[in-house]
């Protein structure tokens, strides 16, 4: 009879991601990803081969999970723009700090030189894109965003300006990333705005929003 595996391969994976934002890749070693989680490096050797096998798992988990967000945050009620505003600010989890930023930045410049990484990093940006895109089409037909609304173009600047966000954020400091997205992503809608829309941003426009500010 097989043993139990005692910790799930996903809350492994969750950790190497938080071990990721905290050591960069200079610090990342299977040893630190078994110190979060209380196991020893030959457990992880086990489970995933090698360090790059356990990148490319994780890799492959944020896949699928980038495939299922705009029906997670769509699925907690409110408006279509507010779930839009949900959608991007998600992608400052487990980066709270500039440095944190800087981390990740770091290991997906290294995913792109690497073909099997970068089919997976690609999959997550696809996958956003048209979240993104389903859920302005969605604002549109909901009254939330003028009718005469170009998706298409307004999903590509929307992507374009919250990634740029977080850059110009860990370059200047100035509040907190998922505030810094948020603002940004008010401004490129703002001129999009059905009349008497209140701004997307605003925190109960969206229940997942408010509570992460109370949070």
């Known amino acids: 009879m097989a043993r139990p595996r005692g910790v799930e391969d996903e809350v492994i994976l969750r950790a190497t991601a938080r071990v990721m934002g905290r050591v960069g890749p ?86 792109l030189t690497d073909p099997e990484l970068r089919a997976h990093a690609l999959t997550v940006h696809r996958a956003q894109d048209r979240a993104v895109t389903e859920l302005l089409t969605e604002a549109v037909a909901l009254g939330e965003l003028r009718p005469d609304t170009e998706v298409t173009a307004l999903a590509r600047t929307v992507r374009a300006v919250t990634t740029g966000a977080g850059l110009s954020w860990a370059l200047d400091h100035h509040g907190g990333l998922a505030e810094r997205i948020r603002q940004e992503l008010d401004a490129v809608l703002r001129p999009h705005l059905a009349p008497g829309r209140p701004a997307p941003g605003t925190p109960h426009d969206h229940p997942a929003e408010q509570e992460a500010e109370q949070t």
């Open 26 to 111: 200079a610090g990342f070693t299977l040893a630190a990803v078994a110190r979060e989680v209380g196991l020893v490096p030959g457990t992880l050797v086990q489970r995933f081969g090698s360090k790059r096998g356990l990148l490319l798992a994780l890799a492959g988990l944020s896949a699928r999970e980038a495939g299922e967000a705009a029906g997670r945050v769509r699925g907690t009620g409110g408006s279509a723009l507010g779930a839009l505003t949900a959608l991007a600010t998600d992608s400052a989890a487990g980066m709270g700090t500039p440095e944190s930023f800087a981390h990740h930045l770091a290991f997906l410049c290294a995913d």
